[in-house]
C-alpha cells in the first residue's frame, strides 16, 4: 500500500511558532493544527501525539482528542500501519448519463487515480451474480478484486463481476490497462453506462478496512451497481465497491435540470 509523503509535518520549523495553550483545551490546539493543515499538499504525514503535546505543552490525551477531532472532520486520514496523513476529498458524481468509471470521474473532479489488482479469477458466477449479469448459474466469468488510490493515499476497494466471454483474456488486458471501462470499450465493443446504482454509509467489515487502511467499523461509502451496455442493453459489470468516506464525497445527480 503506498502513501504519497510530500513532506513530514510537525508543526515546528521556520514561520512556524511554537504555541502553548491551556492544558486539555484540545479544542484550541483543533482550531491552530486546522489553519495549518488547510496550506499542506493532501499525502502529508501529520505529528503524532507526542509531537503535538510537546509543541503545545498538553498531555497525551488532549494530543489525541485534537488529533481525532481533526480526524472527525475529514482533514486528516489515518492509515493503519503507516500513521496520519493530511487528506482532501474529492466529489464522486454520480448522475445520468455519465459512464460508470471510477478513474474517468476522479480525473474529471481534479483528482489523480491508481488501481491496483489484487485478483482476477475465472469462476463460475454465483447465483445472486448470474441474476443481477441476466445469464444462468455456473457461467463462466470473472472475479475481480481490486483496489483504488487517489493521489497515492488508498480510496476505495472493492469486487468486480462480468462474463469471460465479454473480455477473454482479461488478466492480460489489465496488465496494459487499468481502467475497466476502457478495456471493455476497446475490446469487447460496449458502450458501459449505470443501469442503477445504490449508495449508502456503513461500517467498513474487517476485509474492506484492511483494503482500505482504515479500523474495521470506521464509516465507508458501501457502493454497488450495475452497468449495461448503452447500444443493446445488456448487463456488462455488477460492482460492490467500498469507498473512504474521509476520501471521497459522493454527489448524486438524479433527474435532469430544466429551464426557467
Known amino acids: 500500500m503506498v502513501v504519497h509523503r510530500t513532506a513530514t509535518w510537525a508543526g515546528y520549523g521556520p514561520g512556524v511558532a511554537r504555541q502553548s495553550v491551556p492544558a486539555g483545551s484540545s479544542a484550541q490546539i483543533v482550531r ?18 507526542a509531537e503535538v ?11 489525541r482528542a485534537a ?23 474529492v466529489d464522486y458524481l454520480v448522475a445520468p448519463g455519465r459512464a460508470p468509471s471510477w ?5 474529471e473532479a481534479g483528482a489523480e487515480p491508481r488501481t491496483v489488482v489484487l ?32 493521489d497515492e493515499m488508498p480510496a476505495a476497494w472493492g469486487v468486480e463481476w462480468l462474463t469471460a466471454d465479454l473480455v ?17 470499450r476497446e475490446t469487447a465493443g460496449v ?12 461500517p467498513a467489515p474487517e476485509e474492506a478496512s484492511d483494503g482500505l487502511g482504515c479500523r474495521p467499523g470506521d464509516p465507508a461509502w458501501l457502493m454497488a451497481s450495475l452497468a449495461r451496455d448503452g447500444a443493446g442493453g445488456r448487463p456488462l ?24
Not at 53 to 63: D, S, T
Open 32 to 49: 491552530v493544527l486546522a489553519d495549518e493543515l488547510a496550506d499542506l499538499p493532501s499525502g502529508t504525514r501529520v505529528a503524532s501525539e
Open 53 to 63: 503535546g510537546r509543541r503545545f505543552g498538553v498531555g497525551r490525551a488532549a494530543a
Open 67 to 89: 488529533l481525532g477531532e481533526l480526524e472527525r472532520r475529514m482533514l486528516v486520514s489515518r492509515i493503519q500501519g503507516l500513521g496520519t496523513f493530511t487528506r482532501r476529498r
Open 103 to 107: 478513474s474517468r470521474t476522479l480525473r
Open 119 to 150: 485478483a482476477c479469477d475465472a469462476v463460475p458466477l454465483p447465483p445472486d451474480v448470474a441474476a443481477a449479469l441476466e445469464v444462468p448459474t455456473g457461467t463462466r466469468g470473472f472475479r475481480l478484486v481490486r483496489r483504488s488510490h487517489i
Open 168 to 184: 477473454p483474456e482479461l488478466p492480460t488486458a489489465l496488465r496494459l490497462e487499468e481502467s475497466l471501462d476502457t478495456i471493455l
Open 191 to 202: 458502450r458501459p453506462e449505470r443501469a442503477w446504482t445504490r449508495a449508502s454509509v456503513e
Open 237 to 260: 459489470l455488477s460492482t460492490e465497491r467500498w469507498v473512504r468516506a474521509d476520501a471521497v464525497r459522493v454527489v448524486l445527480e438524479l433527474g435532469h435540470g430544466r429551464d426557467t
